[in-house]
């Protein structure tokens, strides 16, 4: 059996990409098909099943394109793995977000976590709170890494409140980086999970991976970035709105936190739940809610939250000073938190 295919929107080159690089990655998904491509024509031989199964999943890659500035190999396995097509994967979030760099797939785990993939595509600032173990922070840097991938954006910026330093950052050895980075060192790990040593090493320094702390982001416009905010229960309202107002063109901010583990100093409200309740009724904002019912880490996890929480409506405030936890249900990421 023949057919030929037509493109009518795009420049074929906009599909096939330079050097027809996407065409063949797409190609290798029908060995049993001849594909040639004349100008803006496909022609395909082969079997009847095949053929029909090749104009579906085109269909699916044009499509993906009206999402994006470009295409990019990635996508075409976004279409395949998994069967799920690229925009199933923006409507339920249950495709495979990226591969780790021991090949094995990253995708979202539970019901939360897909909510949480489908708002990112939906959506240019997304909050994600909920208890420790939730995956948040895991799932948003995965999002971030694909979107790097994919040349979606030109850079993915990591930032965290260093509220535990105080004055004992003084007294930890090393430059302000070297008493930085224990703080920040669950988004390295998460980072590692998904990005090989070397390549993660040549993005940190050129400046297309950054993680700092949130005081660095004060006067800067990020724009073609993914900008992640963890550990925001630790922030401000002053902070929070510092850092949302950093956003740029083309850009996606996600905030992480969880409102039980607040380490501001007593009296020192968190900026978080009170950002989220300003902005909860603008177009373009999302706020996902994690539970404990959500929490992908070790079994006992979600028994020890639960303890907790169920603890803090009658503990008094810490001996340290620090507030009692919140027993609000919202939450921390899976790996990273």
Avoid: W
Avoid at 201 to 206: A, H, I, P, T, V
Avoid at 294 to 318: E, Q, W
């Amino acid at each position: 059996m023949k057919k030929t295919i037509t493109l009518e929107t795009f420049d074929p080159i906009e599909i096939y990409g330079a050097g027809n690089k996407i065409l063949e990655r797409f190609c290798t998904y029908f060995p049993n098909l001849k594909v040639v491509a004349r100008g803006n024509r496909l022609m395909l031989e082969g079997g009847e099943n095949d053929i029909d199964e090749f104009e579906i999943r085109f269909a699916e890659l044009t499509q993906a394109r009206k999402h994006k500035l470009s295409l990019t190999p990635y996508d075409v396995d976004d279409i395949f793995d998994g069967e799920k097509d690229a925009s199933k994967f923006r409507m339920n979030g249950d495709a495979i977000i990226v591969h780790g760099t021991d090949g094995k797939p990253i995708k979202a785990r539970n019901k939360t976590q897909q909510d949480m993939v489908k708002a990112y595509f939906e959506n240019d600032l997304v909050f994600a709170v909920g208890p420790a173990g939730t995956g948040k922070t895991y799932v948003a840097i995965a999002l971030a890494v694909r979107a790097l991938k994919n040349r979606e954006i030109k850079r993915i910026i990591l930032t965290r409140p260093a509220v535990e330093a105080g004055e004992r950052l003084g007294f930890l050895p090393g430059d302000l980086k070297d008493k930085l980075d224990p703080y920040l060192q669950p988004l390295y790990d998460a980072l590692g999970d998904m990005i090989p040593s070397r390549k993660l090493q040549e993005f940190m320094g050129d400046g297309t991976i950054q993680i700092a702390p949130l005081a660095y982001m004060r006067g800067r416009t990020l724009d073609r970035a993914c900008v992640i905010l963890d550990e925001a229960q630790n922030t401000t309202i002053g902070q929070l709105k510092m850092f949302l107002t950093r956003m740029g063109p083309n850009a996606k901010f996600i905030v992480t936190g969880d409102a039980s583990q607040i380490d501001l100093p007593h009296g020192t409200e968190s900026g978080l739940l009170r950002g989220m309740d300003l902005l909860r009724d603008i177009k373009g904002i999302a706020a996902i809610r994690f539970t404990s019912d959500d929490i992908v880490r070790h079994p006992l996890v979600t028994k020890i939250v639960r303890a907790f929480d169920k603890a803090g409506r009658t503990l008094p405030a810490a001996s340290d000073g620090s507030p009692k936890p919140d027993s609000v249900s919202v939450g921390r990421p899976d790996k990273p938190e």
